[in-house]
């Protein structure tokens, strides 16, 4: 057995073992790089005691829906629709009394607007207009560009502007600026019936009553109406992989080089955490996906057990999908076996 093909089973045996341990009820991943996959595969089911997965599934993307968000507002950017130092308050006048309306677009993808992060307020907000109105009177956790905190409200804002800016919603322009360019299939909001009954159950949700399948799992981005700046895609192994292919290119179609450099440039190392413009850097030390790619590279996880990592100096990316979130959310072992996972070269 060659080196590839030991690296290969072991990533298998890896993954089928955290099937067996209840981390999750199915997995898929991929490795390659700007050519295509040189190890890809799947194991186990869409849902304890559900069908086996087949590799057209779909999957809850979680907040790996950020970078994508993210690689529309630069497509903005690039167009002059949008500038990274447009404010909050110039796109969006209901937020020009709140704390937020300096803030500007860079600070809302490299997470240092201080809006807070994590804050569940569909349980007192339950319509989206209460929602959105209640965002904007969040309390700042810290002054803006001194620390990274990890905010999906910030995505929420910048969802928001770059509808307001284009009259078009952000499901219109996911399309337009990243599903058709790269010819995604099975990448998108909202999944209809054929997408959904091909889709991958997330948790068993107390909310909701019932288990979550093709339907986003994060219920902020449900009271949002499924389709949101922060969480709400959905996507294929399929899919993923030419994403990473073509980010691993340099950028095209999606934006040209020097956009895509810009982008995934750290711009925090002085600060806590290594962020880029929607994208997680490699921080030295407790890294989710460990500490076997370079310290240029970036990526991207989401709650559900999804992740995207992309070394454009070694040339070479990571996939990795489960619903680690099935039947429940609590963490299980899913946060080491995914570094291990990483950790196997090749």
């Known amino acids: 057995m060659t080196g590839s093909a030991r690296q290969a089973a072991a990533r298998r045996a890896l993954l089928e073992d955290g099937r067996t341990r209840g981390l999750y009820s199915g997995a898929a991943w991929s490795l390659g790089d700007a050519a295509g996959p040189y190890d ?48 909050v308050g110039h796109h969006l006048a209901r ?20 809006l807070p992060g994590g804050v569940p307020l569909y349980r007192e907000h339950p319509g989206r207009e209460s929602l959105l109105a209640a965002l904007g009177t969040l309390p700042p956790t810290s002054e803006p560009g001194t620390h990274v905190t990890y905010s999906s409200q910030g995505f929420i804002l910048l969802g ?12 219109q322009l996911m399309t337009d600026l990243v599903r058709a360019p790269l010819g995604l299939t099975g990448t998108g909001f909202r999944p209809g019936p054929a997408e959904a009954a091909r889709a991958v159950a ?23 109406g499924g389709v949101a700046g922060h969480a709400g895609l959905f996507s294929t192994l399929a899919d993923l992989e030419l994403l990473a292919r073509s980010l691993l290119g340099g950028g095209p179609p999606l934006l040209e080089p020097d956009t895509l450099a810009l982008m995934t440039a ?3 190392d002085h600060l806590n955490l290594r962020r880029a413009l929607a994208w ?24 559900t057990g999804t992740s995207l990592w992309l070394d454009p ?34």
């Not at 928001?160 to 499901?171: H, M, P």
């Open 40 to 87: 890809r595969g799947w194991t186990g089911t869409r849902m304890l005691g559900g069908p086996d997965l087949d590799g057209d599934d779909v999957w809850d993307l979680a907040s790996v829906t950020k970078p994508l968000v993210g690689l529309v507002v630069m497509a903005l950017v690039e167009k002059g629709v949008l500038g990274l130092d447009d404010s």
């Open 95 to 114: 937020y020009r009394n709140s704390p937020y309306a300096p803030r500007t677009l860079a600070q809302l993808l490299d997470h240092t607007s201080g």
């Open 160 to 171: 928001l502007i770059a509808e307001q800016a284009t009259g078009q919603g952000l499901d």
């Open 202 to 224: 997330t948790e068993v949700c107390p909310w909701r009553g019932r288990t979550v399948v093709g339907e986003v799992h994060d219920e902020n981005a449900v009271v949002l």
């Open 266 to 268: 750290p711009r925090t």
């Open 280 to 303: 997680q850097g490699q921080d030295p030390a407790g890294s989710p996906v460990g500490d076997t790619f370079g310290p240029a590279s970036y990526g991207h996880t989401g709650f």
């Open 313 to 346: 100096v070694a040339g070479r990316y990571a996939i990795l999908l489960t619903n680690r979130v099935h039947p429940r959310r609590e963490e299980r072992g899913f946060v080491p076996l995914r570094r291990e996972f990483h950790a196997i070269e090749g």
